[in-house]
């Protein structure tokens, strides 16, 4: 079974560059692909990165994505207020077939 | 463009069933190869993935939750819904339909509806 990772907050300042870990756990580690979510205070979710590192149209490019072996992250560049939120990594587990997501990453912007 | 909106009893009584229904507009939950999804997150907690129906009419669901829902798709109404039975407490939580390429690849979400189970 898949654990997804996440440190529980992170901060930057305006302007600055911020990175999210999610670290995968699992017997099939290393070959699962991972999206990012954003969920803004009191809102859905919304895709940011899918396929470990793709933006859905209209995502800004300051959002990337990367991943190496059992290690992805998400890459905010030139970090803004409206950037707070909680960010979710999530990916299929293949082996019992089913969504696994992590625990969330809060960003606050000092 | 697709857009999903939640429906649905705000108030389950304990040892109850809750049932919730998302509306599909600009899209057809049978005639396009889509997942469409349930997650849900309880009050303070992160995202926890319920299932999906996909458009063929498989389903698949979380193993933590799998003895206890069903969801699946209505063509007439273009309608997809969402079954817990024997619901308790740990229940209570925000509710998200969403649709995607691939179950982890939700690209659409509802806003959202709040559940409540009271004892």
């Known amino acids: 079974q898949s654990v997804l990772t996440q440190p529980p907050s992170v901060s930057a300042a305006p302007g600055q560059k911020v990175t999210i870990s999610c670290s995968e756990s699992?017997?099939?580690?290393?070959?699962?692909?991972i999206s990012w979510y954003q969920q803004l205070p009191g809102t859905a979710p919304k895709l940011l990165i899918y396929d470990n590192n793709r933006r859905p149209s209209g995502i800004p490019d300051r959002f990337s994505g990367s991943k190496s072996g059992t290690s992805a992250t998400l890459g905010i560049t030139g970090v803004q207020t409206g950037d707070e939120a909680d960010y979710y990594c999530?990916?299929?587990?293949?082996?019992?077939?089913?969504?696994?997501f992590g625990g969330g990453t809060k960003l606050t912007v000092l | 463009q697709v857009g999903l909106q939640e429906s649905g009893p705000g108030l389950v009584k304990s040892s109850e069933t809750l049932s919730l229904t998302c509306t599909v507009s600009g899209g057809s939950v049978t005639g396009d190869s889509f997942y469409w999804s349930w997650s849900r997150q309880p009050p303070g907690k992160g995202l926890e993935w319920i299932g999906y129906?996909?458009?063929?009419?498989?389903?698949n669901y979380n193993p933590s939750l799998k003895s206890r829902v069903t969801i699946s798709g209505e063509t007439s109404k273009n309608q997809f819904s969402l079954t817990l039975t024997s619901v308790t407490a740990a229940d209570t939580a925000m509710y998200y339909c969403?649709?995607?390429?691939?179950?982890?690849?939700?690209?659409?979400w509802g806003q959202g509806t709040t559940v409540t189970v009271s004892s």
């Open positions: 129906f996909y458009a063929s009419g498989s389903t």
């Open positions: 969403a649709k995607g390429d691939a179950p982890h690849i939700l690209d659409v």
């Open positions: 999530g990916t299929w587990d293949s082996s019992l077939s089913f969504v696994v």
């Open positions: 699992s017997s099939n580690s290393g070959n699962n692909y």
